[in-house]
């Protein structure tokens, strides 16, 4: 994807101007590089997302469901109040109801495929996981919990399908039992 873009650049480099050969090593091994890394990157959202996948359905199975809440652009935060604020405090609440004294495990997954760029957006999605956490440590206070952190990330970019819509959003799952939880990937190597 990035590849033919750079690729270009460099023929555009060689018909305008003299270049050595060291340079246009140098180049190529640049490309080569950002195509390891984006390559890295897509294994491990695709494996986030097969992860997410799973838990989802045995969210579904156990009772326990998930909610997503949505923010305006460019933004990471729920206000107290505010429709997401009373739709997560009514999902908690029923959380709260139906644990019967289990522990609740909650996994955040935060989603920002805006216009922006992949980095900026890689950003607001870690914001915008962590954005319900002071809701639910409110609102779970006397209900066992904990957080499974997730180190990939929800969508980036807005599927070619749904070009010029953006994607902001926050997914939280819930479920009770550990022993069922599908494998996540770990926090990626620099």
Not at 65 to 91: C, H, K, M
Not at 141 to 150: F, G, K, M, N
Not at 160 to 169: D, N
Request: glycine letters at 6%; hydrophobic letters at 40%.
């Amino acid at each position: 994807m990035l590849r033919p873009v750079l690729v270009l650049f460099l023929l555009l480099g060689l018909a305008c101007g003299p270049a050595s050969t060291r340079q246009h090593a140098r180049i190529e091994q640049k490309i080569d590089r950002v195509d390891e890394k984006i390559d890295r990157m897509m294994v491990l959202q695709e494996a986030t997302r097969e992860g997410i996948e799973e838990l989802v359905a045995l969210a579904r199975r156990q009772g326990t469901g998930e909610i997503t809440l949505f923010f305006p652009w460019n933004s990471d935060s729920i206000t107290r109040g505010s429709a997401q604020y009373r739709r997560l405090v009514t999902f908690l609440d029923r959380l709260a109801f139906e644990s019967r004294g289990r522990t609740v495990r909650l996994v955040s997954v935060g989603s920002a495929g805006d216009w922006w760029r992949s980095d900026w957006n890689d950003g607001l999605s870690a914001r915008r996981a962590e954005a319900p956490r002071w809701i639910v440590k409110q609102h779970l206070l006397y209900v066992p919990h904990t957080w499974s952190e997730v180190y990939g990330i929800g969508a980036r970019e807005a599927p070619a399908e749904h070009l010029g819509r953006t994607w902001r959003h926050v997914r939280i799952i819930a479920v009770y039992d550990d022993a069922q939880l599908p494998a996540l990937p770990a926090r990626p190597s620099p």
